[in-house]
């Protein structure tokens, strides 16, 4: 049996053919794995853009809001500074009719000379300092209106800067190059939007509907006066050792609003009542009381017009009223730069300031929010893979890249929340331990990324 010899040189190469077919399989493979890789790269980097261009905006935002509350915060001072003066003017002049008032004290064995000297010397004494309110009124008021302006300055241009937040954060970041952002209008919310839909709004007018004047703030600054301020009132004086007669010390003042709110009027008043037999024609004597006033004055400051907003002193000023006869005489003894005689201290903002806060619908809301949704994306050809950054194409088939573009799709959101401890580790709840509501009150306003709506992620499918 006979064997056909093997020719070996007819067999070389064969081999190759499975190497190249491999070759070929590899080489696709790598080039999957690194456009693949690529596209994690360039999505993970539009993620992270989006990220930092929400947050930013939104930074933006929280810096507008705690601006405000800054602003608004300054104007309740200086209103409340200004409060002070009146009441310190009003305290003042209420000693001036004293001494002519008291004048029977003097009588008074061995003392009365003293006691009467006394108070002569401390009425003249006190009298400058209602003059030296007025520098700090007039002042305090033109701050106020100073601040006003820079705070609707502010508020009405805030939109443009506002939206270049996002560009430039794509445009100084090392990893931008190439990539495109833009907010989705409708998913976003902006503090002041000329097109509608704005966050917060200006109050001002003497309306007494709180969602339209400056009737909420009212509260607030009526609520944050000093002690003086808001009563000056000294503890009676009752029942002194004579038989049969009651005697009382009374002195009652304060600093109220006039209600157009664009007033501050302070009055001060000082009586002494004590009870006496009346005697009555035809009918027995009847035990009453008696005033002998013997201090009284009063300052007004307003921010337009002249004269005095409450002539009738409706508003109380810490029941002053028990001092009636006191009471009536308080205008007659008041400041030079006094509204009611000099239209110097008219200049300015005087009593309520107009304010920014919460648009209506935003107040009534247990925990509104100011969202912003931005969308980061880069073209296909522009990607940093074969098919990008190259004319090579594998193939669509192989699913390396999409058709569409990279995209991204971030949302953060401004909200209110005091800190519930201070620097010092404190508790740092006001209003009976109750959490507070937002608004441009306090510089609370913070920021957090939250998860997209579906409005933005409809609004980035349709662009």
Do not use: C
């Amino acid at each position: 049996m006979s064997s056909t010899p093997i020719n070996v040189s007819s067999q070389k190469g064969q081999a190759l053919i499975f190497m190249l077919a491999f070759t070929l399989v590899l080489s696709v493979s790598m080039i999957y794995l690194f456009n693949t890789s690529q596209l994690l790269a360039e999505r993970t980097q539009a993620k992270v853009l989006a990220d930092h261009a929400a947050y930013n905006t939104a930074i933006k935002q929280a810096q507008l809001l705690n601006a405000n509350a800054y602003m608004n915060k300054a104007k309740i001072a200086n209103q409340l500074a200004t409060a002070q003066a009146v009441s310190v003017a009003s305290w003042a002049k209420h000693f001036e009719p004293m001494p002519r008032n008291t004048g029977t004290i003097r009588y008074i064995p061995y003392v009365g000379p003293y006691v009467q000297e006394a108070i002569t010397e401390y009425s003249r004494a006190v009298q400058p300092l209602a003059d030296l309110a007025a520098p700090t009124i007039l002042i305090n008021n033109q701050a106020t209106e100073v601040i006003s302006f820079q705070q609707n300055l502010l508020n009405s241009t805030s939109l443009i800067p506002i939206q270049q937040v996002h560009k430039d954060t794509i445009d100084k970041s090392s990893i931008g190059a190439g990539f495109t952002s833009r907010p989705l209008m409708t998913a976003s919310k902006y503090a002041v939007n000329p097109l509608g839909g704005s966050f917060i709004k200006r109050y001002s007018g003497n309306s007494t509907n709180p969602s339209i004047g400056r009737a909420r703030l009212k509260d607030v600054v009526l609520a944050s006066r000093d002690d003086f301020t808001r009563e000056r009132r000294e503890k009676s004086v009752d029942d002194y050792s004579i038989p049969l007669f009651k005697n009382r010390l009374e002195a009652r003042g304060g600093t109220e609003l006039s209600n157009d709110l664009n007033q501050w009027k302070g009055v001060d008043t000082f009586s002494h009542h004590y009870r006496f037999w009346k005697t009555r024609r035809w009918r027995l004597p009847k035990l009453t009381w008696r005033e002998d006033q013997m201090g009284y004055g009063s300052a007004v400051v307003r921010n337009s017009g002249t004269g005095d907003n409450d002539r009738r002193n409706n508003a109380g000023y810490n029941n002053a009223n028990r001092n009636k006869d006191a009471l009536r005489r308080s205008n007659q003894f008041i400041p030079r730069w006094d509204s009611r005689r000099n239209r110097t201290m008219n200049v300015g903002e005087s009593g309520v300031p107009q304010f920014w806060d919460l648009e209506t619908q935003m107040l009534a809301q247990d925990e509104p929010t100011l969202p912003t949704s931005i969308r980061v994306s880069k073209r296909a050809n522009g990607l940093d893979t074969t098919s990008g950054a190259s004319s090579l194409k594998v193939g669509d088939e192989l699913n390396i890249i999409s058709k569409d573009d990279v995209t991204a799709v971030s949302t953060a959101e401004v909200y209110f929340e005091r800190p519930f401890t201070d620097m010092l580790g404190r508790p740092n709840y006001f209003n009976k331990n109750r959490l507070e509501k937002a608004s441009l009150l306090n510089p609370y306003w913070q920021v957090r990324l939250t998860n997209n709506s579906g409005r933005a992620l409809a609004e980035s499918n349709v662009l």
